[in-house]
């Protein structure tokens, strides 16, 4: 996961709703057929939340994770079940060492907090040997309310404040990454929206209590905490009508997320 020296990432707010972010991950993992002989890497590793799905289904494997986050790292060490853990920014990271040649390059949720997939994807799949895969997982959830509402309270609110991160999706189609990829070797893409029920949990919007640890983070990173307040009151207000609680507090919130594999030539 990308961070700054300023801003890590909080595992524990992250956690909130482990089953719910872990669910996707399972289901690429499942999409995975066979691979050769070589590490695993799970990119953007985060506190670890995949390691030990990824151990229980390829337990033969060397384990390396990968992240930016000191906070994450620190976290991922505590689940005990990685060989080597490295501090690494994804978009330029190489393997080495015990990570070179991996058999396996798995990312959940990470690769749309970077920008130009038409380089750093290829990139990736030239990492691999024959026979190796690349599984990625990406939230394909920019044009839903929970997420457009973030870009269009920001540009009314503070609209010299944000720039790029105001505008447009990072994530393309499904059709999109299988062309791209398909010179590499055999791609299968596709997407899924998982109607997750989130529960009240307090007073704030279950949806909010969701995003605040992702997608808001670059909002309100650059806001003091008077400015935090404002736009977090705006979103609470707009997410109230884009998401009715049900009669429990409850919410039903539906989140597509893109996928795909590639198989090495």
Same mark, same amino acid.
């Given at each position: 996961? =990308?961070?700054?020296?300023?801003?890590?990432?909080?595992?524990g707010t992250?956690? #909130?709703?482990r089953?719910?972010r872990?669910?996707?991950?399972?289901?690429?993992?499942h999409a995975?057929?066979?691979?050769?002989?070589?590490?695993?890497?799970?990119?953007?590793?985060?506190? &670890?939340?995949?390691?030990?799905?990824?151990?229980a289904r390829?337990?033969d494997? !060397?384990?390396?994770?990968?992240?930016?986050?000191?906070?994450?790292?620190?976290? @991922?060490?505590?689940v005990?079940?990685?060989?080597?853990?490295?501090?690494?920014?994804i978009?330029g990271?190489?393997?080495?060492? /015990?990570?070179?040649?991996?058999?396996?390059?798995?990312?959940?949720?990470?690769?749309?907090w $970077?920008?130009d997939?038409?380089?750093?994807?290829? /990139?990736? @799949? #030239?990492?691999?040997?024959?026979?190796?895969v $690349?599984?990625?997982?990406?939230?394909?959830?920019?044009?839903?309310?929970?997420?457009r509402?973030?870009?269009?309270?920001?540009? =009314?609110?503070?609209?010299?404040?944000f720039?790029?991160?105001?505008?447009?999706?990072?994530?393309? &189609?499904?059709?999109?990454?299988?062309?791209?990829?398909?010179?590499?070797?055999q791609?299968?893409?596709? +997407?899924?929206?998982?109607?997750? /029920?989130?529960d009240?949990? !307090?007073?704030?919007?279950?949806v909010?209590?969701?995003?605040? !640890?992702?997608?808001?983070?670059?909002f309100?990173?650059?806001?003091?905490?008077?400015?935090?307040?404002q736009?977090?009151?705006?979103?609470?207000a707009?997410?109230? #009508?884009?998401?009715?609680?049900?009669?429990d507090? !409850?919410?039903?919130?539906?989140?597509? /997320?893109?996928f795909?594999? $590639? +198989?090495?030539?």
């Amino acid at each position: 996961m =990308t961070t700054t020296a300023n801003n890590d990432w909080n595992p524990g707010t992250y956690a #909130r709703f482990r089953g719910l972010r872990l669910r996707p991950a399972r289901d690429l993992i499942h999409a995975i057929d066979t691979i050769p002989a070589g590490p695993v890497v799970d990119l953007g590793c985060g506190a &670890g939340t995949v390691g030990p799905v990824l151990a229980a289904r390829f337990g033969d494997r !060397s384990l390396i994770g990968v992240d930016t986050s000191p906070a994450m790292l620190a976290e @991922a060490a505590k689940v005990g079940i990685y060989d080597h853990l490295t501090r690494a920014d994804i978009a330029g990271w190489t393997p080495e060492g /015990r990570a070179a040649r991996p058999a396996l390059i798995f990312s959940n949720a990470v690769l749309h907090w $970077l920008d130009d997939h038409e380089s750093l994807l290829p /990139r990736l @799949a #030239r990492l691999l040997p024959p026979g190796g895969v $690349l599984a990625v997982q990406m939230p394909g959830q920019f044009h839903a309310p929970s997420h457009r509402l973030l870009r269009e309270i920001a540009a =009314t609110l503070f609209p010299d404040r944000f720039g790029a991160i105001a505008t447009g999706s990072p994530v393309s &189609g499904p059709d999109d990454y299988a062309r791209l990829l398909a010179p590499f070797g055999q791609v299968q893409a596709w +997407e899924t929206t998982y109607s997750q /029920r989130l529960d009240a949990g !307090s007073d704030a919007h279950p949806v909010r209590r969701f995003t605040e !640890s992702t997608a808001m983070r670059p909002f309100l990173g650059p806001l003091s905490e008077g400015e935090a307040d404002q736009f977090i009151a705006a979103y609470e207000a707009e997410l109230a #009508r884009a998401y009715p609680r049900e009669d429990d507090g !409850s919410v039903l919130f539906a989140f597509r /997320r893109v996928f795909f594999t $590639l +198989e090495r030539a």
